[in-house]
């Protein structure tokens, strides 16, 4: 069980539907990662941008994508994870991934899908929530639009990481700011947010704001850069045993049942 779980965030200028682009760029940015990195998140739709252009972007369950993630994770001996276009059996997917060193990995499909672009009515929504078990943290890894329902994400799982990649952007980001605060607070848990910046194929713009905030929204993270950036933040156990043992909020959470 680590005590300790250094993260990296990666915040970058995705080249809009180029996925040989995009990995290039990442695996120059990976490599240069420290050696003792444990988890490594990218953006969603790390390959393409946020892109409606599924039919002919779409890649199969575990393509290469997924199998350049495994190449990545294997050589860096550390978790990767993010989310690309996926299609399976006659529906397409905003999937991410999750990625061991072993190779090994989990997915979850993002459950609400964007209907302010149109997103609902070319990818399916996912049913079910993700618990990631890694090096003795439970993290529960969520996409973009997810972090505006907090019911989806509440810690009914006593779970140690929440985290968001995205693609969320600049007009809305005054959101993004509070609500990866908010579900911190509120869940007692790190909370971790990745952006993208730049413009993409539809003419809008991104100004990152990745962050990560401790289980009583303190902002751990030290880059405000709203260009690209890598940084690695060290997420400690102790913060999170100290305070769930004194304060016991998540002990007098509502009960109640999600359909």
């Given at each position: ?12 200028d ?32 790390f ?76 990818y ?42 995205a693609?969320w ?45 401790d ?45």
């Amino acid at each position: 069980m680590a005590q300790n779980l250094k993260t990296a965030l990666l915040q970058v200028d995705l080249v809009w539907e180029d996925i040989e682009a995009n990995k290039k760029i990442f695996e120059e940015k990976i490599k240069a990662l420290s050696a003792d990195v444990d988890l490594i998140v990218l953006p969603e739709m790390f390959t393409t941008g946020f892109s409606m252009n599924a039919k002919n972007l779409a890649e199969p369950p575990k393509g290469s994508s997924f199998e350049w993630m495994r190449q990545m994770a294997s050589e860096k001996d550390a978790a990767v994870t993010g989310s690309v276009i996926t299609s399976e059996k006659g529906n397409f997917y905003n999937r991410l991934y999750f990625v061991f060193p072993d190779g090994s990995s989990e997915k979850y499909d993002k459950k609400h899908t964007f209907t302010l672009a149109g997103e609902h009515e070319i990818y399916a929504s996912g049913t079910e929530r993700l618990i990631v078990n890694y090096k003795g943290w439970k993290i529960c890894p969520l996409v973009c639009y997810d972090l505006r329902f907090p019911v989806w994400a509440r810690n009914t799982e006593d779970y140690d990481l929440l985290l968001y990649v995205a693609n969320w952007p600049a007009p809305r980001v005054h959101a993004w700011d509070i609500l990866l605060q908010a579900r911190a607070i509120e869940n007692m848990s790190y909370c971790i947010g990745v952006n993208r910046v730049g413009k993409d194929g539809e003419n809008l713009d991104y100004v990152g704001h990745s962050a990560a905030y401790d289980g009583l929204g303190k902002r751990v993270s030290k880059t405000t850069s709203e260009t690209e950036f890598s940084e690695e933040v060290i997420l400690e156990r102790s913060h999170l045993h100290e305070i769930r043992t004194q304060l016991k909020f998540l002990q007098d959470r509502d009960r109640f049942t999600l359909h």
